[in-house]
């Protein structure tokens, strides 16, 4: 056997406990379908460091809805609090969270950008994953009713932007955003990339290195 110190300990029941909470979620299945065009636009974001970061001014930031950034974060305390939650319910809403994202960056370029040609072919890329998930689904599963909470997330991405509270915006690097978006996709869809849990995983390699 071997000895660990209270602090060892806790951390060790955390961990264990956290994948016992998120294991049965976990096992929901992913389309075969859906991976071609995943791993298609995951080769794409891995030019995101050049085309969002060095063709951009030094902490140039964009004005974004604070749902709009969805971390990994974010999944795991879904996934322990939100009641009636699975992974379709997620999968669905990265998908209404990462289209506005990106349009917001497109929005921002004028047309010469260095970059808007990289993001409208990453835009393509996007909505052609998303056309797959919609038809890889039976209609009544993508017309079920979602938890309140992801509901109430829903609602505040779709409204006019004139009517959202100024408390509600925040600034984001364009880079942080697509790292959110790859990192989130590599989470909820990780059949297509990985056996290994990245959502679980990530939290720890993120203390030592950058993705």
């Known amino acids: 056997y071997f000895l660990l110190s209270k602090s060892g300990y806790l951390e060790y029941f955390q961990v264990f406990h956290g994948l016992l909470l998120i294991f049965p979620v976990l096992m929901a299945p992913t389309p075969a379908s859906m991976c071609t065009p995943l791993k298609t636009l995951s080769d794409n974001l891995s030019h995101r460091r050049r085309y969002m970061k060095h063709n951009f001014p030094i902490n140039y930031t964009i004005r974004v809805h604070q749902k709009e950034i969805f971390k990994l974060s974010n999944i795991r305390r879904m996934r322990l609090n939100v009641e009636g939650l699975d992974d379709l319910v997620l999968q669905r809403l990265w998908f209404q969270i990462n289209q506005g994202v990106l349009k917001k960056i497109i929005r921002i370029m004028p047309e010469r950008h260095p970059s808007r040609s990289y993001t409208a072919e990453l835009e393509r890329r996007f909505k052609d994953a998303e056309g797959v998930f919609v038809q890889s ?6 017309q079920q009713e979602l938890p309140q909470t992801v509901q109430d997330i829903w609602d505040r991405l779709t409204e006019e932007p004139d009517l959202v509270p100024e408390s509600s915006w925040r600034f984001a690097f364009p880079k942080s955003l697509l ?19 990245f959502c679980f995983w990530r939290k720890f390699i993120q203390r030592k290195s950058v993705f």
């Open 137 to 142: 689904q039976p209609p009544e599963a993508l």
């Open 179 to 197: 790292d959110n978006l790859f990192h989130t996709m590599y989470c909820l869809f990780s059949e297509c990339f990985s056996s290994e849990d």
